[in-house]
Structure formats: C-alpha cells, structure tokens
T-cell receptor, first 109, second 115 residues
Framework: GQNIDQPTEMTATEGAIVQINCTYQ??????LFWYQQHAGEAPTFLSY??LDGLEEKGRFSSFLSRSKGYSYLLLKELQMKDSASYLC??????????WGAGTKLIIKP | ETGVTQTPRHLVMGMTNKKSLKCEQH?????MYWYKQSAKKPLELMFV???????ENNSVPSRFSPECPNSSHLFLHLHTLQPEDSALYLC??????????????FGEGSRLTVL
C-alpha cells in the first residue's frame, strides 16, 4: 500500500529552528507538497518539490531526496504564529495525491 | 482569504436530518474537491469534479451525495448520517485535475457533528 509517515507532534522554542520529516512509500512519484494548517483554518500551500535538493522560501525551506523517499520542512527563526499542523502530500504515478496525517507543531516562548 | 468559501462553518444534525454543505470558488479553477478530515488521520478524498463532471468517487457511502451545478459551485448533500461521519469537511479547488491537482486551494471547512 501507499504510505506517508510524519511525526504526530513536535515542540520547539520561539526563535529556534525545527525540521519536520516526511517519508513516503508510493507507487511512483510526481512531486511532494507541504501545506500549513492553523487550527480552525484552511490548509495553505507552502512548497512543492519534484527534483532532489533544497527549495528555500524565506524562513521556510523544503528538501527532497527521491532515492530515499524522504523530505523535510525546515522552519527557521520560529515565531509563535508558526504553531500549526504541517501536512506532507505526494503525487503518485497515477497523479493521485497521497496525504500524511500531519505534524502538529507547538511553539513555546 | 484563499478564494474558496464554505458554508456553513459549523453544522449539528441528527441522524435522520437532511442538510447540505456549500462551496464556492472565485479563482476560475476547473477542478473542485471534497475532502474529509478527521483528527490525526490523513485527508480522505471523497469526490473530484473536473469541468463539472465527477471524475473520482472514492467508495464514499451513498448517504453523501455531491452536486456540481457549475465550475464555481460544489455541494455535498447529507442524509441519514452516522455519528462516525462527524468530521471537518474541506472543499478545495485547483486549476486542473488530469495530471494531478497541483496546488490546492482549500476552504476553511465545515465542522459537522452528527448526534
């Protein structure tokens, strides 16, 4: 079966750096997405990786290794507003979007 | 503001009621989706419409009935639901669907509680 694994919950300190990992086993690969979802709000797009390497966008970066079936989302200079769930999703060979269960990130002062 | 609006935001219904969820997108997208989100579980795709035609129906019970009257509007009609159907129902849209949804634009969801 197809599966995406990410930690259920993580805690980090304001101003620090946190890395949220995502590993996947899917039938083929056509891209990986990260979404952010604040409690009670809509998920919003953060990043898209289809080639290996690091994509940087301000305080957020996303990394992909297709050979390892692995990605991470790196958040720098953490702010209280970064407290949210982070969803990893992979498009498989049939262009179906497979979702992880999300990682709840708690930021402490 | 994501350009996708869902109503109602909260809904409580009994198992014998009939209600509908509404979604409207103002982005000019061709594809619209219904997802179910339960705590600590992956998003579950329920239905996909592309250019107003249903293209995906992932073994969803018949007590959920979608309707897409035009490319901007999507409904989910609910009847004789079960308590386990309590969840957050998310509507989303994307530019196209045929080679994967690409970036999805989500509404804020309708929180459904079935008593």
């Amino acid at each position: 079966g197809q599966n995406i694994d990410q930690p259920t919950e993580m805690t980090a300190t304001e101003g620090a750096i946190v890395q949220i990992n995502c590993t996947y086993q899917t039938s083929g690969f056509n891209g990986l997405f990260w979404y952010q979802q604040h409690a009670g709000e809509a998920p919003t797009f953060l990043s898209y990786n289809v080639l290996d390497g690091l994509e940087e966008k301000g305080r957020f970066s996303s990394f992909l290794s297709r050979s390892k079936g692995y990605s991470y989302l790196l958040l720098k200079e953490l702010q209280m507003k970064d407290s949210a769930s982070y969803l990893c999703a992979v498009t498989d060979s049939n262009y179906q979007l497979i979702w992880g269960a999300g990682t709840k990130l708690i930021i402490k002062p | 503001e994501t350009g996708v609006t869902q109503t109602p935001r909260h809904l409580v219904m009994g198992m014998t009621n009939k209600k509908s969820l509404k979604c409207e997108q103002h982005l000019g997208h061709n594809a619209m989706y219904w997802y179910k989100q339960s705590a600590k579980k992956p998003l579950e795709l329920m239905f996909v419409y592309s250019l107003e035609e249903r293209v995906e129906n992932n073994s969803v019970p018949s007590r959920f009935s979608p309707e897409c009257p035009n490319s901007s509007h999507l409904f989910l009609h609910l009847h004789t639901l079960q308590p386990e159907d309590s969840a957050l129902y998310l509507c989303a849209s994307s530019q196209d669907w045929d080679r994967g949804p690409g970036e999805l634009f989500f509404g804020e969801g309708s929180r459904l509680t079935v008593l």
